[in-house]
T-cell receptor, first 113, second 114 residues
Framework: EADIYQTPRYLVIGTGKKITLECSQT?????MYWYQQDPGMELHLIHY???????EKGDLSSESTVSRIRTEHFPLTLESARPSHTSQYLC????????????FGEGSWLTVV | KNQVEQSPQSLIILEGKNCTLQ??????????LRWYKQDTGRGPVSLTI?????NTKSNGRYTATLDADTKQSSLHITASQLSDSASYIC?????????????FGRGTQLTVWP
């Protein structure tokens, strides 16, 4: 079992609200990622981090922001949610080199109404 | 353009039967290929990781093969169980950066019927 946790699992919010999706891992991994996945579609990288105080945007443009103040914590924030942000958000982490296993959280299903 | 294509898009089999899922990729330079299992509403779980020099890797009833020359991989599931019903995702990593950029397929949705 991977020790990576996401909260909330499911969230329905109104347009214009600010939300933060939490992600924590207890494996001591330096690399952490946020992916966005629509039903039946592939995962798209929206943010990643190599370590504390390191954050980069991924391949898919996203209006969300991330922070990495502690190794184990990588929260994602939407300042003003819109219906187009409705999707599943998956947090992941990995240690060591590029060939190491990437562990995913259970995902956060966000619906913006 | 780096891509990962999976087939079939969906598959229905009876419990106890075997099946093979396909993955073709154009990612270059190649680093490794991973197969993940994703249950509905859950996060993906790693099944196998294979590098350029590995042709076959097994994980219980799951056996992955890799042909780096033809850029093809397959995932064979033996004696399927109801719990095998899930989406199986092929992920290919390149060697272009320390991060090892990942390219995801759309997955094959497998349904196992009793």
């Amino acid at each position: 079992e991977a020790d990576i946790y996401q909260t909330p699992r499911y969230l329905v919010i109104g347009t214009g609200k600010k939300i933060t999706l939490e992600c924590s891992q207890t494996m001591g991994h330096d690399k952490m990622y946020w992916y966005q996945q629509d039903p039946g579609m592939e995962l798209h990288l929206i943010h990643y981090s190599y370590g504390v105080n390191s954050t980069e945007k991924g391949d898919l443009s996203s209006e969300s922001t991330v922070s990495r103040i502690r190794t184990e914590h990588f929260p994602l924030t939407l300042e003003s949610a819109r219906p187009s942000h409705t999707s599943q958000y998956l947090c992941a982490s990995s240690g060591g080199g590029a060939g190491n296993t990437i562990y995913f959280g259970e995902g956060s299903w966000l619906t913006v109404v | 353009k780096n891509q990962v294509e999976q087939s079939p898009q969906s598959l229905i089999i009876l419990e106890g039967k075997n099946c093979t899922l396909q993955c073709n990729y154009t990612v270059s330079p190649f680093s490794n290929l991973r197969w993940y299992k994703q249950d509905t509403g859950r996060g993906p779980v790693s099944l196998t990781i294979m590098t350029f020099s590995e042709n076959t890797k097994s994980n219980g009833r799951y056996t992955a093969t890799l042909d780096a020359d033809t850029k093809q991989s397959s995932l064979h599931i033996t004696a399927s169980q109801l719990s095998d019903s899930a989406s199986y995702i092929c992920v290919v990593s390149d060697r272009g950066s320390t991060l090892g950029r990942l390219y995801f397929g759309r997955g094959t949705q497998l349904t196992v019927w009793p």
